[in-house]
C-alpha cells in the first residue's frame, strides 16, 4: 500500500479544467512525512480506508457568511460551515439543499460550484473530497434554527473580515490560503 502523508498543508491554486465547470479553482496537498493507515473490511482483510464525498456552503449574506459550532468528535468546539456527505445520485446543488435545509432550516438559492478540496485528517482517520458551493437565502427573511442540537452548537452570521475562533481545519486551511467566498463582480 501507497504510504499516506502524516501531516498536509493546503495551498491555493488554479486549474483549468475542460469538465462541465469552465474553470475548476482546486487546492493541492504538501505532504509532509510518510505514515501507513489501513483498517478491516468486513471479511477482515486489511485495506485503506476510503474516502468521502463532502460537500459544504458558503452561505452569504451581505458581507456575512453562516457558521455553526460542531459538536461532533472530528472538529469538536469548531466553526463550520453547513454541509454533509453527498448521497448516492445526488447532484452537488441537491445536496447543498438538503442539508442546508436539515441543518439550519433555511432554503437557498442562486447555488454556485466555487472549489474543491482534499482533506486528510489522518489522526481522526478521515479523508474527504469537499466540494465548496456558494448560496444565498431564498427568502432573506428567514433566519437560521438550530436543527440537530445534537450536532451543532447553534447557527450564526459572521462577518468574512471578523471570523470566530477556532474554525473547523479544513475551513480553517482554506481562510488561511486567501480563499474568498464571495464574487468579485
Known amino acids: ?10 495551498k491555493s491554486c488554479t486549474k483549468q479544467s475542460q469538465t462541465r465547470f469552465r474553470s475548476l479553482r482546486c487546492l493541492s496537498i504538501l505532504e509532509f512525512g510518510q505514515s501507513t493507515v ?10 485503506p ?11 452569504l449574506n451581505g458581507n456575512k457568511v453562516l457558521l455553526g459550532r460542531r459538536l461532533s468528535s472530528v472538529g469538536y468546539n469548531t466553526f463550520a460551515l453547513p454541509g ?5 445520485g445526488e447532484s452537488f446543488e441537491e445536496c447543498a439543499a438538503r442539508e442546508v435545509k436539515e441543518e439550519t432550516g433555511l432554503d437557498i438559492d442562486k447555488t454556485e460550484f466555487l472549489t474543491v478540496v482534499n482533506n486528510v485528517m489522518i489522526t481522526e482517520k478521515v479523508h474527504v473530497v469537499c466540494i465548496l458551493l456558494r448560496a444565498i437565502l431564498a427568502d432573506p427573511a428567514q433566519v437560521p434554527q438550530n436543527v440537530e442540537p445534537e ?7 459572521y462577518d468574512w473580515n471578523e ?10 486551511d482554506v481562510v488561511q490560503a486567501g480563499f474568498n467566498p464571495f464574487p468579485t463582480n
Open 38 to 47: 489501513t483498517c478491516k473490511m468486513e471479511n477482515g482483510a486489511a485495506s
Open 49 to 59: 480506508p476510503v474516502p468521502k464525498v463532502g460537500v459544504a456552503v458558503f452561505l
Open 163 to 172: 471570523l470566530p475562533k477556532p474554525l473547523f481545519g479544513p475551513l480553517e
Open 151 to 157: 450536532k451543532c452548537g447553534g447557527w450564526e452570521w
Open 84 to 88: 454533509g456527505h453527498l448521497e448516492f
Open 1 to 10: 500500500m501507497a504510504p499516506i502523508p502524516k501531516t498536509t498543508r493546503i
